[in-house]
C-alpha cells in the first residue's frame, strides 16, 4: 500500500535537508549549513562506531557549527555524494541514516592528493514552524584512505 501523501512530503523535505547540507559543504556556505540545524542543534563526530569511543569533535548551536563549517575551505574543493537514506517518522520529530561519500582535494607545494571518507549521518530532526532541521547530527566516520592524484 502506497505510503499517505504527508509522510512523501516529510520524507521528501528529510532528504532534500540533507541534501542541502552537502551542497554547502561543496559550496562553502558555512553559514546556510548552520541554518540547516536548530537553534540549540548539535554536530557530533565519531572516528568509528558512535560510542565505541569519545567523539573527535562536538559542536553545539548555529554559530560554533557555522565556525566548524569554515574548515573546509583549507580544501581546494569537495564533493559530498550522497547514498541512501532511510527515515523514521514520529510527527513533528524524525530520525535518520545517510550514507555519504566525501572527497576532498588538498593541493601541498602543488602536489595534489584525495581525501575520501565514508561517512554516515546518524540524524535527529524537527519541524520547527513547518520546516524540518537537523536537531542532532552524529557523523560516523566508517573508514578513509588518501592517494595522491595525477
Not at 2 to 10: I, M, S
Not at 54 to 63: E, F, L, S, V
Not at 78 to 92: C, P, Y
Not at 112 to 123: F, K, N, P, T, V
Amino acid at each position: 500500500m502506497p505510503a499517505p501523501l504527508p509522510e512523501l512530503q516529510d520524507r521528501l523535505e528529510l532528504r532534500q535537508l540533507v541534501e542541502a547540507y552537502a551542497h554547502g559543504a561543496d559550496r562553502r556556505e558555512a553559514e546556510a549549513m548552520a541554518l540547516l540545524f536548530t537553534e540549540d542543534g548539535r554536530l557530533v563526530i565519531y572516528a568509528g562506531e558512535p560510542g565505541a569511543s569519545p567523539p573527535t569533535a562536538q559542536r553545539t548551536g548555529r554559530a560554533e557549527i557555522g565556525a566548524a563549517m569554515t574548515r573546509l575551505g583549507r580544501y581546494v574543493s569537495t564533493t559530498h555524494l550522497l547514498g541512501q537514506q532511510s527515515v523514521v517518522l514520529d510527527g513533528d520529530r524524525a530520525t535518520g541514516e545517510t550514507y555519504c561519500l566525501a572527497h576532498h582535494i588538498t593541493d601541498r607545494d602543488g602536489q595534489r592528493s584525495i581525501y575520501i571518507m565514508s561517512i554516515r549521518y546518524l540524524d535527529q530532526y524537527a519541524r520547527v514552524d513547518g520546516t524540518w532541521l537537523i536537531a542532532e547530527r552524529v557523523l560516523a566516520v566508517d573508514w578513509t584512505e588518501t592517494r595522491p592524484m595525477s
